[in-house]
């Protein structure tokens, strides 16, 4: 996950609550990106450090794990700067032209300049990042597929070009993580750059203040009007966080006007605020040494297996050691 500052529900709800489920089930990696941040940043990295710190912090709340998962910051570990630059020898540029995401985030960013070979060459740094610990399976939802996708193709071009039994960057499967519709107070989807965020440290009047704020039904104008929780972005919040009894009467109420808008907000901020306590809890109890500590164990174990894949990548393209003298 990019450091772009303290996570917000849309965050949560789409990648922090399913990997601590996996957590369970796998061996699991987490990385806060703060070279990937560079790649749009560079001119002004000054807030990278302290969002990556607010990152690991958000990742530590939600209930990753040090003792069960690796958790680490990317730039701690040296091979993510390696892979790389030698997948960037045999990467066409034509297949990095093609992201969708290249042209637009260009085209939406227009006050950064981003033609870069840092910027250009981004999905070669989160396949290597992928590729680095030769996993099984990437978590992600469904909109990141195509992300997967080319770092398989790069993953099998090397494959072919470097050819040992078993593949020395095997390819890696796509675990698709539910991402469920979560709309921010404007009815967009939640997103840092709208500015319609309800952050994972938003303490409970805040949240209650951007409920208040949150557009509803736009047919629902006066108290008597029916509504539709299906068309509403507080009725989308109710289906992710409430209990299905609150959801049901929500359905009723709103469909009869028999509640008003302000009381069903009140309901999906007791239900947010519900989900919030622990967390919030939770990130009191780190210290600012404690996670530099958990950062660096992870960045260490990173490092090993990170270390392993690089040995054979470097052996596979025949490139010289200081053990074999470089002859
Ligand atoms: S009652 Fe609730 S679901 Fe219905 S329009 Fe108002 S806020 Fe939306």
């Known amino acids: 996950m990019r450091p772009t500052g303290k996570l917000h529900l849309g965050n949560y709800m789409g990648a922090l609550a399913n990997w601590v489920k996996l957590q369970d089930e796998y061996e699991c990696y987490f990385f806060v990106a703060d070279l990937h941040a560079l790649t749009t940043d560079y001119a002004d990295p000054s807030a990278i450090v302290p969002n990556t710190m607010e990152v690991a912090l958000d990742f530590l709340a939600a209930g990753l794990d040090p003792s069960r998962s690796t958790i680490f910051v990317q730039s701690h570990?040296?091979?993510?700067y390696e892979l790389p630059l030698l997948l960037g020898m045999n990467t066409p540029l034509g297949w990095l032209e093609r992201v969708p995401s290249y042209k637009e985030m260009q085209e939406n960013l227009t006050h950064k300049d981003l033609t870069t070979y840092g910027f250009l060459g981004y999905p070669v740094l989160m396949a290597s990042d992928i590729l680095l610990y030769q996993p099984k399976f990437v978590p992600v939802g469904q909109d990141q597929q195509a992300h997967v996708e080319l770092t398989r193709e790069i993953a099998r071009r090397f494959n072919f070009l470097y050819p040992k039994e078993p593949a020395v960057?095997?390819?890696?499967?796509v675990l698709l993580t539910?991402?469920?519709?979560?709309?921010g107070t404007d009815g967009r989807k939640m997103s840092k750059s709208y500015?319609?965020?309800i952050q994972m440290t938003d303490p409970e009047p805040v949240v209650r203040q951007k409920l208040k704020t949150m557009v509803t039904d736009p047919a629902r104008v006066r108290r008597t009007d029916p509504g539709n929780p299906d068309v509403c972005p507080v009725g989308d919040l109710h289906k992710v966080f409430s209990t299905p009894e609150t959801l049901a009467n929500v359905y009723e109420g709103c469909r009869s006007a028999g509640i008003g808008c302000i009381q069903c907000k009140g309901w999906a901020a007791d239900a947010l605020v519900q989900v919030l306590a622990p967390i919030q809890e939770r990130r009191a109890s780190f210290t600012p040494d404690r996670v530099k500590e958990i950062l660096k164990a992870g960045s260490d174990k990173a490092e090993k297996r990170a270390?392993?894949?690089?040995?054979?990548?470097?052996?596979?393209?025949?490139?010289s050691t200081e053990s074999s003298g470089g002859e």
Do not use: I
Not at 307 to 319: D, F, G, K, Y
């Open 178 to 183: 539910p991402s469920p519709k979560l709309p």
């Open 77 to 80: 570990v040296k091979q993510h």
């Open 307 to 319: 270390e392993q894949t690089m040995v054979q990548v470097r052996s596979a393209m025949q490139l």
């Open 169 to 173: 960057l095997p390819e890696p499967d």
């Open 195 to 197: 500015g319609n965020t």
